[in-house]
């Protein structure tokens, strides 16, 4: 164990006192959970991660508690330039701004900053200067060839790889010669003191799992990055006891990856002498992959990052719905109003991890854009498009009144409204033949769209529809139109007809209504035609059915 001179010496003289800390953060008044959710700018935000962010907040505000952010970029080798635009992007979208920390709903950090780990750089060292005073901590000069040769040998005897017991060479090294080595200025890091050992077990309750045994910790894990680098920033394990006990968390909601370090990190508060937080590690979002099931993977599904979401317009209601009733599945059987409104209860979420179905998300999509009014979906596909198809915006700017009728058709008044939107991004595809600035005008007879029909044909029945298409009438007497147009085309009047001698007849009905439908829709299946119709206007019907004459 180092004397307290030669451990201040490696330290800042004017570093603060573990006390003087522990009187800047009080503890907190509210007696809610104090959540945090702590990403790392090291990547892309995962769709996991608002799962875990959503749960957070939500436990928090349901017990009137707190929620803040912190973003932990200790490892600032991998540190992805533009993750704070990223992080409040997915924030804004699925409106999970924090109470405290940056991008705060307030726009001011709180009073338990800096929330940014490498902005609390001396906070640390005043923690890890107390370890060391009271010899729960020491500096380690191993080598990366050094450790790597640790490793080695330990394969070899086929035991636990790490650096601890007798494989942990500084640990009770020799005082004068840490001392040289410190005097000689050579880089050390500064590594825990555990008393764990080889095959030990430790229990610790969780808040959704209960009852958790694990392998104890037996390594002298790293608190403190190498002397070489400046600024000295602290590993994960060491800076997350810190914050968590300064920031005065009280839940740490968090991925099951991290249930096997919870042994280190109670070994962590006990020798800091905080008290322990509470966690609940959560299952991990999963894909079906054939018979079996994997973890939600960013390296191999594009549906794992938010931007995913966010590019392709999911209303983010629609998919916070989904994500809730993930989390507590009675939530999935009600309203999306009412499950957004529900608080979570932790004794509803399973140990199972739970399936990320995207065909189910979209359904939940569709059926959540059919309930929206005509102004609402239209607002919604105008947000998504301000971003990501700026063409789109000019036309729905020009032609909003078209916009709203085109979005009412087979939506307004009856039983079943149409569910063709599941995405904002959708809305080319589904209605884009409305505008004339979107709508390709079928100019070729001999189009596959007309389903081999005679072009010489298809231009008659064009000819003819237009020179005498009707606007007015019901639907009934708007149809009786191409009824009469396939009649003096020599059309079958029915099917049966059609199929007792099919050599008599250029085809069906159908097939005389599909040349209309075609190039009043340029496709083969569309809304009612008649609702069509009604929201082109006769002058632009006309138009279209010319085209191809």
């Keep these: 164990m180092l004397d307290r001179a030669t451990v201040d010496s490696l330290f800042p003289s004017d570093l603060p006192e573990t006390s003087e800390w522990e009187q800047r953060y009080p503890a907190r008044a509210s007696d809610g959970f104090v959540t945090r959710f702590g990403p790392s700018p090291?990547?892309?935000?995962?769709?996991?991660?608002?799962?875990?962010?959503?749960?957070?907040?939500?436990?928090?505000?349901?017990?009137?508690?707190?929620?803040?952010?912190?973003?932990?970029?200790?490892?600032?080798?991998?540190?992805?330039?533009?993750?704070?635009?990223?992080?409040?992007?997915?924030?804004?979208?699925?409106?999970?701004?924090?109470?405290?920390?940056?991008?705060s709903a307030s726009g001011e950090d709180g009073p338990y900053g800096p929330?940014?780990?490498?902005?609390?750089?001396?906070?640390?060292?005043?923690f890890v200067r107390d370890l060391l005073r009271r010899g729960l901590a020491y500096p380690d000069f191993a080598t990366k060839e050094e450790l790597a040769e640790i490793s080695d040998a330990q394969r070899k005897l086929k035991l636990p790889t790490g650096y601890y017991g007798r494989w942990a060479p500084w640990r009770d090294a020799d005082e004068d010669e840490v001392t040289r080595r410190l005097e000689a200025g050579d880089p050390y890091v500064v590594r825990f003191r555990s008393e764990g050992k080889v095959g030990e077990r430790v229990a610790f309750t969780d808040r959704l799992r209960g009852r958790v045994e694990a392998e104890d910790n037996h390594n002298d894990v790293v608190i403190l990055k190498t002397s070489a680098n400046e600024p000295r920033l602290p590993t994960y394990h060491f800076a997350h006891a810190v914050d968590d006990h300064l920031m005065r968390t009280s839940l740490v909601v968090r991925g099951d990856e991290w249930l096997s370090s919870v042994p280190t990190h109670l070994q962590l508060f006990t020798a800091l002498g905080f008290e322990q937080v509470q966690y609940a590690h959560l299952a991990p979002l999963m894909k079906q992959e054939g018979s079996s099931r994997r973890k939600l993977s960013k390296r191999k599904d594009d549906e794992a990052s938010v931007d995913f979401y966010l590019e392709a317009g999911y209303p983010t209601e629609a998919v916070l719905y989904y994500l809730r009733g993930l989390a507590n599945s009675p939530l999935a059987e009600v309203p999306l109003a009412e499950a957004l409104a529900t608080p979570l209860q932790l004794d509803l979420f399973?140990?199972?991890?739970?399936?990320?179905?995207?065909?189910?998300?979209?359904?939940?999509?569709?059926?959540?854009?059919?309930?929206?009014?005509?102004?609402?979906?239209?607002?919604?596909?105008?947000?998504?498009?301000e971003t990501y198809d700026s063409g789109l915006v000019e036309v729905l700017a020009e032609n909003e009144q078209l916009?709203?009728?085109?979005?009412?058709?087979?939506?307004?008044?009856?039983?079943?409204?149409?569910?063709?939107?599941?995405?904002?991004?959708?809305?080319?595809?589904?209605?884009?033949?409305?505008?004339?600035?979107?709508?390709?005008?079928?100019?070729?007879?001999?189009?596959?769209?007309?389903?081999?029909?005679?072009?010489?044909?298809?231009?008659?029945?064009?000819?003819?529809?237009?020179?005498?298409?009707?606007?007015?009438?019901?639907?009934?007497?708007?149809?009786?139109?191409?009824?009469?147009?396939?009649?003096?085309?020599?059309?079958?009047?029915?099917?049966?007809?059609?199929?007792?001698?099919?050599?008599?007849?250029?085809?069906?009905?159908?097939?005389?209504?599909?040349?209309?439908?075609?190039?009043?829709?340029?496709?083969?299946?569309?809304?009612?035609?008649?609702?069509?119709?009604?929201?082109?206007?006769?002058?632009e019907v006309a138009r279209r059915v010319r085209a191809v004459a």
């Excluded at 999970?96 to 991008?103: I, K, N, S, Y």
């Excluded at 929330?115 to 005043?126: K, P």
């Design 115 to 126: 929330y940014r780990q490498s902005q609390r750089g001396t906070i640390y060292l005043s």
């Design 350 to 385: 399973q140990a199972a991890g739970p399936l990320v179905d995207m065909v189910k998300l979209a359904d939940i999509c569709a059926d959540h854009i059919a309930t929206m009014p005509a102004d609402q979906v239209l607002a919604g596909v105008r947000g998504w498009a």
């Design 42 to 103: 090291t990547g892309f935000v995962h769709i996991g991660g608002i799962y875990t962010a959503m749960v957070s907040r939500d436990l928090a505000h349901s017990t009137s508690g707190v929620y803040f952010l912190r973003i932990e970029d200790t490892d600032q080798a991998r540190e992805v330039a533009g993750a704070d635009v990223q992080f409040a992007r997915a924030f804004d979208a699925f409106d999970l701004r924090p109470d405290e920390g940056p991008l």
């Design 403 to 539: 916009a709203l009728a085109a979005i009412d058709v087979e939506r307004v008044g009856v039983d079943n409204p149409r569910k063709d939107l599941a995405r904002w991004s959708d809305f080319r595809t589904a209605y884009g033949f409305f505008f004339p600035a979107l709508f390709d005008d079928v100019t070729d007879p001999a189009d596959e769209r007309f389903n081999g029909l005679d072009p010489a044909l298809v231009a008659r029945l064009a000819e003819d529809f237009a020179a005498r298409y009707a606007h007015e009438g019901d639907q009934p007497t708007w149809f009786q139109q191409v009824r009469d147009l396939a009649e003096r085309h020599g059309f079958a009047p029915n099917p049966k007809s059609y199929k007792k001698d099919p050599d008599a007849y250029p085809g069906m009905l159908r097939d005389a209504a599909n040349v209309i439908r075609v190039l009043v829709t340029g496709a083969q299946r569309s809304p009612d035609l008649y609702e069509v119709t009604r929201v082109l206007g006769a002058d």
